[in-house]
């Protein structure tokens, strides 16, 4: 895998192996790279013995950092379209009137539910950064120095990743990291259900990052 990350830096292909490499190692890493799709919300019938007029879905997309919302809307007219012709219903997408346009056994809606539809966040310099290598060099002293008590290994590589909810800082600064130092072990329930907790051990460590982090960048001289 290391070589293949040495090549995938002058080579589109081993970018592409090196992918497939890490979604066998890893099924997470297949959400990283590439668009993901959640229907978060489902509303229809009104009894239990009628079938519903209507019905209607909230789908939340996570958009790849090198497509777009329009990619994404085109991507979702192809799929549907075919489907409404079979079942000889009318498409009506984001605004344009599609397939058929005579008498039909329904209508097929696809919008944007909120208006807020946004583009992928910009890609924060790494190479050469004087504020990621504040960040990283922080990580790794607070890991190198851990009070943990479960085996935290103390060396680690750190790498970028992807974000998403940063839209408001976009005008502010080229560097925005999305970064809570907390272990994958440390969340218990998992992300946005009932019921969130964390280890006690795991928020300690990040009170003591933090610390670290903020006493680093008063004396640094690598912040913009």
């Known amino acids: 895998m290391r070589k293949l990350v040495q090549q995938s830096q ?32 489902v509303g229809g019938g009104v009894k239990v013995n009628a079938l519903p007029e209507a019905v209607w879905a909230v789908a ?90 479960d085996g935290l290994p103390t060396t680690a590589v750190v790498s970028p990743g992807l974000t998403t909810d940063t839209r408001y800082y976009w005008n502010l600064t080229k560097h925005i990291f999305r970064y809570s130092h907390l272990g994958a072990a440390d969340a218990y329930n998992g992300i946005h259900t009932i019921n969130e907790a964390i280890r006690a051990e795991g928020f300690l460590e990040q009170i003591r990052f933090f610390t670290r982090l903020i006493l680093n960048a008063d004396q640094s001289d690598l912040l913009e």
């Open 60 to 149: 939340n997309y996570r958009i790849v950092d090198h497509s777009s919302p329009a990619e994404l809307m085109d991507r979702l007219i192809d799929i549907i379209l075919p489907v409404a012709a079979k079942h000889n219903m009318t498409l009506e997408a984001f605004g344009q009137t599609m397939g058929l346009q005579g008498p039909s056994w329904g209508t097929i809606r696809l919008s944007d539910a909120y208006n807020t539809s946004l583009a992928p966040a910009p890609v924060t310099p790494t190479t050469g950064s004087g504020p990621y290598e504040l960040l990283s060099g922080t990580i790794r002293s607070t890991l190198e120095t851990h009070l943990r008590t």
């Open 10 to 41: 002058t080579s589109d292909a081993k970018l592409r192996e090196l992918q497939d490499v890490l979604i066998d190692f890893d099924p997470m890493f297949y959400a990283m790279s590439g668009t993901t799709q959640a229907i978060d919300l």
